[in-house]
């Protein structure tokens, strides 16, 4: 039993239900949390060093670093039981939508320095940081995070080519199975 089954099997039935249901946007928003800290990383060190002056650059940099981490862990974990398309047409299209998921995620922070104006001088270098935070952190990845994943399942994984499907009876049963 792996380690993820484990866990299942000790929640509540309606809740291990629900969380079966919706496994693919589970495991996608997992691979989100790890591509996130990467991106938070590398943004926050370029950002506070070699590119300070230059946030959208460094928020582009930072993008494209985790969107190939994205693919890898997605491909190999949240979509495994998916496909449909050669690897090389799938990776373009991924990378294609990602690319446009970068663009959603920096909009927000483009406005938030450009046309608010939210940079110093004009405010406090901790005003600064949080406007950045905000716009490029939660607006802009909320934005990308919705419509990578709508796209992720609808042109890039098209089809299931393994069902992944594991009813609450199941995870009972391989418990039972165990003791």
């Known amino acids: ?15 291990r239900e629900l969380m079966l249901r919706h496994r693919e946007l589970i495991k996608f928003a997992i691979v ?18 070699v590119l300070s002056e230059k946030p959208v650059t460094a928020k582009i940099i930072a993008g494209v670093v985790a969107v ?7 491909r190999e974990w949240s979509f495994r039981n998916r496909g449909g ?16 998921g970068v ?25 600064e940081n949080i406007a950045d935070f905000v716009s490029a952190y939660i607006i802009g990845n909320l934005l990308q995070m919705f419509f990578r994943f709508y796209c992720f399942k609808r042109f890039v994984f098209p089809d299931e080519t393994v069902p992944d499907v594991r009813t609450v009876d199941e995870l009972d049963k391989s418990d039972l199975d165990r003791t």
């Open 68 to 74: 190939i981490c994205s693919y890898i862990l997605n």
């Open 1 to 15: 039993m792996s380690v993820v089954d484990d866990a299942l099997s000790r929640l509540p039935a309606p809740l």
């Open 32 to 49: 989100g949390g790890t591509t996130f800290l990467i991106d938070s990383g590398i943004f926050y060190t370029l950002k506070l060093t």
């Open 103 to 127: 663009v959603l995620s920096f909009i927000p922070l483009w406005i938030s320095s450009y046309v608010f104006n939210l940079r110093v001088p004009e405010v406090s270098l901790a005003v």
């Open 85 to 100: 398309r050669e690897r090389a047409h799938e990776a373009f299209l991924f990378f294609f939508v990602s690319g446009i």
